[in-house]
C-alpha cells in the first residue's frame, strides 16, 4: 500500500519498480481518506490483513 497524492512522480517510479518485481501494490491519496476511503485492518497469529474501501464516487 503506498500512501501519497496521485501526481508525485517520485512515487511513480517506486511503484513502477515494485511491478517490475511482481510485488501488488495499491496507491491511495491520503486527502480521499476519511470521506471517500474507509480502511481497517486486523492483526492476527499469522500477520495483518485489512481492507481499503471506496465509500463513494469521485
Known amino acids: 500500500m503506498v500512501v501519497t497524492n496521485l501526481d508525485d512522480p517520485t512515487t511513480d517510479l ?14 491511495f491519496d491520503s486527502g480521499d481518506f476519511p470521506a471517500y ?14 481492507e481499503l474501501l471506496r465509500l463513494n464516487s469521485w
Open 14 to 27: 517506486v511503484i513502477a519498480e515494485l511491478h517490475g518485481r511482481g510485488v501488488p501494490v495499491v496507491r
Open 37 to 50: 476511503l474507509s480502511f481497517s485492518a486486523r492483526i492476527h497469529q499469522g500477520g495483518w490483513e485489512g
